[in-house]
């Protein structure tokens, strides 16, 4: 461990941080909205502690080791949300601490879990900046997901360690460099693309800008209370459902279908695996709304797609209460935020290749009952999946399954309903947003006790870092010598 | 495979059923319940199916082969339950063939799930049946679970190949024949110790036979409306937490404590594991029920401590309506639900053994993030485990939360409220009976719609016979020469 690079590492991510801080700037310059002060404060203390830390340790240029990797990335997020919930609290627009700190961990994860009772009545670049913080959030998983977790080994994803886009040489720092840069560019190609789309629907640009951060975070923010569902709009939707799916699939592959590999680009199974539970998922809903909900076919598939794209990638916007559906769709998008996105997507949850692996491995386990002797690997596109790889697979699944479980029950014990427990520590874990029950779309998180607060802060974190990431901190062995 | 000696087998089987028979028959006669006849045609009607089959399929005395076994305790189980039910039908205690086959999978399974709205208006011999099925289902269990589960090598039961009690002759015949021997003087003598103590604490004798036949099936049917509740007596209670506790440890073990081996039985890991989840989980429902439900702590660990044992092992007796407890109490007794009794006992669930070993990888997984290089085998009671016994509990493991996933979903299909699907499939798989809200303790199972009983009758045989042996049939492979 080397705890001075780590800071210095840590006030350069501030410094960062503090840079980006001049957009919601401009914004509420622009509009005139009086916050300028907030910002201008916010900049001022992170650019000072990020000085601070950048100055008093210097880097000293040794490698990084794993143990370094995970103490930046989980020190990194929960500290980048610390200084990014500044904004909320001097502008007066979020009233406690940890309500602010909820939220700008619900952005940079982005979760899109809001304790805002109304947040149409919040200034322009407070807006702004919460839509922007889930977008930074989501540039930051895609590098995280693509060109860190790989090496670190995290949850089976050494699987990926050959798609990495760009050069990959084995020094860790120049990688991360140059594979951000790729993908920098394929995030704000895609994003532009949306926000032209969102603005030829009518969309106003501060509207269009703001939500189109969210959706490619797979977010779910939204600058109107009612979410997607104030502009009624099929056209709008059909963009949302389009760029929604594409923020959940995995970015190497945006990145090989921009290069013009369109062969790599369709054979991609987890994309295969993705698309089919989609399609699937919204068959099965709308044929049950049809039957019990709507009284036609059209809105059925309509706020059907739209919703199980909004769950399956993690964003959470919605264009219907899904709150009051009935018992199966309710509980079809509550099983769909345990899915989740592709691996390299903005999506949370368990993601789908993992899914795809686990039901291999049982299909596996019911052959051999028939040919005990028979060696059949675990194949995936084709290549075998070593022993090493299932098993980290399969130690995620427990462990998300098991912090899923430990964290709804200390929720029940803070007095929220059985429901409401569970589906708010899935969505949070998941970083999909809103629940069910009392969590629901057309609900919001500012009920829940502080310690509740705090404990879904800390799933959002986890789930997003993969699990593994944050947990390792807490084993005994990882501060040994 | 061979259909002629499956045949023959199950011919054998329903012969044995047709002799258990005369147990109710005798009861009718006694109490003059005008249930002779109906158990008559009953026993007439296996003995000449047994016949048939008996002498039509002679045995040609060749070896089982494994596939032979899973077809022969899959049918078996789902068979017998057809017959079982004849005399619930013709005494007109339940009205159609779904409730009773319903009731009867639920006897035979020991899950004790229920449609009957009044068990008290049954007639005698119906009950003694009701409850005598259970005892004669948690027998097969132990059977099927420490004499043929590890030799087919489902679920990572491998591991316990060693445990077998008595003599362990290669071929399966022999070996099943002795161990069923030295298993079933272990359980009539524990059953004969229940009988007297509850007799001793007041209970007639009617209901001692019926209770302890219940208890050491960790199936639940009580013989009054109320359950347990009825008798409002803190020493019955007391002999009931003892004898579930008793019920859900491994049969080996009790088998090695008659023999004196007191060391034997204590140093067992699965017996600490089931008894820490004991003990910790009835001290936090207590003192959950003593600050939101009770007003004094002796309520408070008398009836958490009951409910605790009750679900852990899977028994399902309730003393005091779990259904209006505060939403903690509830979702740790559904969490227990799915952790279950000790392998080799009558407990259902996905079983201690396999909880802990998920553990002890989960925690695995994490020390290998940090020592990248090191090989780290999972040990149980200070045993390496193999990576195949390790994929089978994985396998194991999912293949439970899958299906448990799939019918849930298929539940709220049929118009169920999302907290009722959910336990209500996790009450059947895992075998435990009464689960939350509309299948609640003081609720029954009568609702649900025909499709649902089907579908529960099946989660339970599922859960009951581990998973694979069922699941296992539905492979196209399984069919193929």
């Known amino acids: 461990m080397q705890p001075s690079l780590i800071l210095n590492i840590l006030g350069f991510l501030y410094l960062f941080l503090s840079l980006t801080?001049?957009?919601p700037l401009t914004v509420s310059i622009i509009y005139k909205d009086g916050c300028v002060s907030a910002f201008l404060y916010s900049i001022v203390i992170t650019v000072i502690s990020g000085l601070i830390l950048?100055?008093?340790?210097?880097?000293?240029?040794?490698?990084?080791?794993?143990?370094?990797?995970?103490?930046?990335?989980?020190?990194?997020?929960?500290?980048?949300?610390?200084?990014?919930?500044?904004?909320?609290?001097?502008?007066?627009?979020?009233?406690?601490?940890t309500n602010a700190y909820f939220e700008t961990m619900s952005g940079f994860t982005t979760?899109?879990?809001?304790?805002?009772?109304?947040?149409?009545?919040?200034?322009?670049?407070?807006?702004?900046?919460?839509?922007?913080?889930?977008?930074?959030?989501?540039?930051?998983?895609?590098?995280?997901s693509i060109a860190i977790l790989p090496f670190l080994g995290?949850?089976?994803?050494e699987l990926y360690k050959a798609e990495v886009p760009g050069p990959t040489p084995d020094k860790i720092k120049p990688r991360i460099a140059e594979t951000a840069r790729i993908l920098w560019k394929v995030y704000l190609l895609i994003s532009l693309t949306e926000v032209i789309l969102l603005l030829a629907g009518g969309m106003n640009l501060f509207d269009s800008l703001c939500h189109t951060f969210t959706t490619l975070a797979t977010g779910g923010f939204s600058t109107r209370n009612n979410s997607i569902e104030y502009y009624n709009s099929p056209y709008l939707e059909t963009v949302f459902i389009v760029f929604m799916l594409l923020a959940g699939i995995n970015f190497s592959l945006h990145y090989r279908l921009l290069l013009g590999?369109?062969?790599?680009?369709?054979?991609?199974?987890?994309?295969?695996?993705?698309?089919?539970?989609?399609?699937?998922?919204?068959?099965?809903?709308?044929?049950?709304?049809?039957?019990?909900?709507?009284?036609?076919?059209?809105?059925?598939?309509?706020?059907?797609?739209?919703?199980?794209?909004?769950?399956?990638?993690?964003?959470?916007?919605?264009?219907?209460?899904?709150?009051?559906?009935?018992?199966?769709?309710?509980?079809?998008?509550?099983?769909?935020?345990?899915?989740?996105?592709?691996?390299?997507s903005t999506g949370g949850g368990i993601k789908c290749f993992r899914i795809m692996l686990l039901l291999k491995q049982g299909y596996r386990e019911l052959y051999r009952m028939i040919h005990p002797?028979?060696?059949?690997?675990?194949?995936?596109?084709?290549?075998?999946?070593?022993?090493?790889?299932?098993?980290?697979?399969?130690?995620?699944?427990?462990?998300?399954?098991?912090?899923?479980?430990?964290?709804?029950?200390?929720?029940?014990?803070?007095?929220?309903?059985?429901?409401?427990?569970?589906?708010?520590?899935?969505?949070?874990?998941?970083?999909?947003?809103?629940?069910?029950?009392?969590?629901?779309?057309?609900?919001?998180?500012?009920?829940?006790?502080?310690?509740?607060?705090?404990?879904?802060?800390?799933?959002?974190?986890?789930?997003?870092?993969?699990?593994?990431?944050?947990?390792?901190?807490?084993v005994p062995e990882f501060w040994k010598k």
């Open 21 to 23: 801080m001049i957009f």
């Open 54 to 97: 950048f100055y008093a340790f210097p880097s000293k240029k040794k490698e990084l080791s794993h143990r370094d990797g995970f103490c930046i990335v989980t020190l990194g997020w929960a500290t980048v949300a610390l200084f990014g919930s500044l904004p909320f609290i001097f502008s007066g627009s979020i009233n406690s601490f």
């Open 111 to 144: 979760t899109g879990a809001t304790i805002c009772l109304s947040v149409e009545q919040l200034p322009q670049s407070i807006l702004f900046w919460r839509s922007f913080i889930q977008w930074l959030g989501g540039m930051g998983i895609i590098l995280f």
């Open 154 to 157: 995290v949850g089976g994803m």
């Open 261 to 344: 590999n369109l062969k790599g680009f369709w054979k991609n199974s987890e994309l295969h695996f993705f698309l089919c539970v989609f399609l699937i998922s919204s068959a099965l809903i709308a044929i049950n709304l049809r039957l019990n909900f709507f009284d036609s076919l059209v809105p059925s598939l309509r706020y059907a797609s739209f919703q199980v794209a909004s769950i399956l990638t993690t964003t959470g916007y919605s264009s219907n209460n899904f709150g009051v559906w009935p018992a199966f769709p309710q509980c079809l998008l509550l099983l769909l935020m345990f899915i989740g996105g592709c691996t390299g």
């Open 373 to 474: 002797r028979a060696v059949i690997p675990v194949k995936l596109s084709g290549k075998s999946i070593s022993t090493g790889i299932m098993e980290g697979v399969w130690g995620f699944f427990y462990l998300y399954l098991f912090l899923f479980a430990t964290i709804s029950l200390i929720m029940t014990l803070l007095g929220l309903d059985l429901i409401t427990a569970i589906s708010s520590v899935a969505a949070c874990i998941g970083n999909i947003g809103p629940g069910l029950s009392a969590v629901g779309p057309a609900e919001n998180y500012s009920h829940i006790p502080t310690l509740g607060k705090w404990l879904l802060s800390f799933s959002m974190l986890v789930g997003r870092l993969e699990i593994y990431t944050v947990i390792v901190l807490f």
